[in-house]
């Protein structure tokens, strides 16, 4: 026998369950081996481990349903508990991390992303660290949206240092948040993607979820908290040293990066790569790396950063050669 709790939250338990509960006793009726339990937006579930599998795989797909349809009724509870299979790119239960919007199913979909999901489970440190468009930072959102929704932590921190990537802020109109709030904006359209508009305002406006740069960070002890830092790259060996010394007790931390675009001044040295190198043998502490096999944007991202990085490996070699030839 085994126990889960699951949640429903951003999805309407009357359209679900039915005003009368008439439709939670058809879902009952489908898995009498499990004793289900609802609480608002919280479903606990409590049977044989195989059968709330069983449940958990059905209930992604009644919620894709409400999602395409906006409603459903005890005629589609039933055909979808008799569908064998959906079309979800061999989808299964424990990969998906978020039910976003539209009846997307946020999951892990690289065998390194896979890797950074188990991590980030099993620590309370993981850096993840690769090139743009490995998902990096969308899974770690995604975890950290999930963490929230099942009520494991009270608040999602997500910071980035506010450094200007060849570009200046200082020409934009409005105050600081006006200006940083574009620099931001990856970290709002991940948001965006995993949590309804009316849930994700009522988030940011109480402070459950709180986007800022990583200079606000400072003198905040992160409890309770599931916070990650982005584009760490670009924080000095200080700020990042800042960063995850704000640790709580209960807090769980993301670091990730992309060490192949540093946009610190030339005398600056990034802390993201002085922190892989003094923190490796933590227990406690992971470090995922990803590669253009785990790009997950066009096609064509994967090539563009594999021709770069030829070109800079060839520019790389002649710099060596001359080096020697003005050696000798």
Same mark, same amino acid.
Do not use: C, W
């Given at each position: 026998?085994? @126990?889960?709790?699951? *949640? /429903?939250?951003?999805? =309407?338990?009357?359209? %679900?369950?039915g005003?009368?509960?008439?439709? !939670? &006793? ?40 409400? @999602?395409?349809?906006? *409603? /459903?009724?005890?005629? =589609?509870?039933?055909? %979808? ?6 079309? !979800? &790119? ?25 890797k ?8 309370d ?11 990096k ?7 950290a ?23 200046s ?7 600081m ?20 508009a ?6 940011l406006?109480?402070g ?15 409890d309770h ?40 001044p ?6 993201l790569?002085q ?21 997950v ?32």
């Open positions: 026998m085994g @126990e889960k709790v699951l *949640s /429903i939250e951003g999805y =309407d338990p009357l359209v %679900l369950f005003s009368n509960e008439n439709k !939670l &006793e058809t879902i009952r009726s489908l898995f009498p081996q499990i004793k289900i339990i609802v609480r608002g937006e919280m479903i606990k579930l409590i049977g044989p481990e195989k059968a709330i599998k069983a449940f958990e795989s059905y209930l992604d797909h009644v919620l894709i349903h409400i @999602e395409q349809f906006q *409603s /459903i009724n005890e005629t =589609d509870l039933t055909s %979808l508990s008799l569908k064998e299979s959906i079309d !979800l &790119e061999a989808f299964t239960p424990n990969d998906v991390l978020v039910h976003g919007r539209n009846g997307v199913l946020i999951k892990a979909r690289t065998e390194n992303q896979k950074l999901v188990v991590s980030a489970t099993h620590n440190l993981t850096f993840a660290i690769g090139p743009a468009g490995t998902g930072t969308y899974t770690a959102v995604a975890l949206v999930r963490a929230l929704k099942n009520k494991e932590v009270k608040r999602v921190i997500l910071a980035r240092p506010a450094v200007e990537a060849g570009e802020l200082g020409f934009l109109p409005g105050d948040k006006e200006k940083l709030d574009p620099y931001m904006m990856p970290l709002y359209d991940a948001l965006r993607d995993m949590l309804p009316a849930k994700l305002e009522k988030y406006e109480d459950t979820i709180e986007i800022a740069p990583l200079a606000y960070m400072r003198g905040r002890t992160l908290a599931f916070a990650i830092l982005d584009e760490a790259q670009n924080a000095t060996q200080n700020q990042l040293k800042m960063f995850l010394t704000r640790m709580g007790k209960t807090a769980r931390f993301i670091v990730t990066g992309d060490i192949t675009q540093i946009d610190l030339k005398k600056q040295q990034s802390g790569i922190a892989t190198k003094i923190l490796k043998n933590i227990k406690g502490i992971d470090i995922i790396y990803l590669d253009e096999k785990d790009i944007r066009h096609p064509l991202v994967g090539k563009i950063i594999a021709a770069y990085k030829t070109e800079e490996n060839q520019i790389g070699f002649l710099a060596k050669n001359e080096s020697r030839k003005s050696e000798n």
